[in-house]
């Protein structure tokens, strides 16, 4: 259980890391208005691929969590939903530009951006920082 509650936790880097480096190439097209080539594609795909298997973690993490002692308090809603959420805004936002004629930078740059707020959001939802890993019960 420990093990898999330190990938869900080490992942977390990676998901923001790659959030961080999409919202940065975006905004960079955006503002020089660069034509859009399938980076663009390729950053929001890696993000919302890392932000869907940390999901998958967190999930598999919740159902074992009982059977290792451990409660399912409040807080834990708001961590879910919220990371939830993340993937939905994220997953809607790119497959909307993809889908437009002449796709662009500034739906995936709303799209990760916000994705990395709620992302945040939920993190600290649950009382961790987001540069420290905390052991469950600690």
């Known amino acids: 259980m420990r093990m898999l509650y330190y990938a869900h936790s080490g992942l977390r880097y990676l998901v923001l890391l790659m959030g961080l480096v999409a919202v940065v190439y975006f905004a960079f097209g955006l503002i020089t208005k660069r034509p859009v080539d399938k980076s663009v594609r390729i ?14 973690l967190g999930i598999i993490l919740l159902g074992v969590l009982p059977q290792s002692g451990w409660a399912f308090y ?52 649950i009382g961790r920082s987001l540069m420290a890993s905390t052991p469950i019960g600690g």
């Open 74 to 125: 409040p807080a834990f809603w708001g961590h879910l939903v919220m990371m939830v959420a993340a993937a939905g805004l994220a997953h809607a936002l790119l497959v909307i530009n993809r889908k437009r004629p002449n796709p662009g930078y500034l739906l995936p740059l709303i799209g990760v951006g916000g994705a990395l707020v709620l992302i945040i959001g939920g993190i600290l939802s």
């Open 43 to 56: 950053l929001g795909s890696s993000f919302a691929g890392l932000l869907d298997t940390q999901i998958l």
